[in-house]
């Protein structure tokens, strides 16, 4: 027996208005590697703002409508989708940006960041966190150790909010200083993706190992982000994260 036809008027017989999906970069915008380029120092703190306002959106539409589609759906299943797809992420963009020697290491470990900074908020969304709210970058650092604790990435996030560009950095600077500052951005966003030694980045200069490298690296750990991640919003869940602090 067949449920009767919805009659005009009746809520059911109002179709759903379609919400157009939130788009997001698959890398950081160029802004975002201008104000890093200029500012190198906190390129992890500048990569975690930018991510909140850029990738939050995307990540509760996301979870929205996962739950629509899939009513009941526990949390640890939608996490268990938002990492298998970004683990997978994280690995191609080893495989294709490795050997492009240190300008295209630098943009790798940029890509990975930005990447797990993706995996991280669609788990936030996933336990029930809002992934849009200006904690999840705190949440963001400290997840993978830029810093150690809230207080400090939170103090970190003040002062790269608040600093003013220093102007067209790669006009102006020479050969030398831009290298420095090639050097110095790559080193920070690696620490930040998780690649622990430097050398790891290097030595994707390195014609052939470069890719093999790229690919484990990046995949090793994005996967040990996702573990911490999980931990922290499965056991605090979306009333116990921390809040703004009070003026």
Known sequence: MTDPAPVDGEPNAVPAVPVPPVEAPEAPPAKLWDRMRDDPQYAPEHLALEAVRRLGPEAA???????????????EH??????????????LSGA?????????????????????????????????ADPAH??????LLV???VHKAAETARLALGVAAGRERAGALFGSAGDRALGRVMLQ??????????????????????????IVLGTWANSSATKELADRTRALYRVAGPRQLPGPRQP
């Open 143 to 145: 997840l993978q150790r």
């Open 61 to 75: 539409q996301w979870a929205a409508r996962e739950r629509a589609l899939r009513p009941g759906a526990p949390p």
């Open 134 to 139: 200006p904690d999840r970058a705190t949440d």
């Open 185 to 210: 951005l790559g080193v920070r966003l690696a620490r930040m993706a998780g690649v622990r030694a430097a050398k790891r980045m290097f030595a994707k200069v390195v014609p052939g190992a470069a």
């Open 96 to 128: 294709v940006s490795g050997a492009a020697g240190l300008p295209g290491a630098v943009i790798d470990v940029g890509v990975l960041a930005w990447t797990q900074a993706r995996l991280v908020l669609h788990v936030a969304a996933a336990y029930g």
């Open 78 to 91: 939608l996490a268990d989708q938002a990492v298998r797809k970004f683990v997978n992420h994280a690995r």
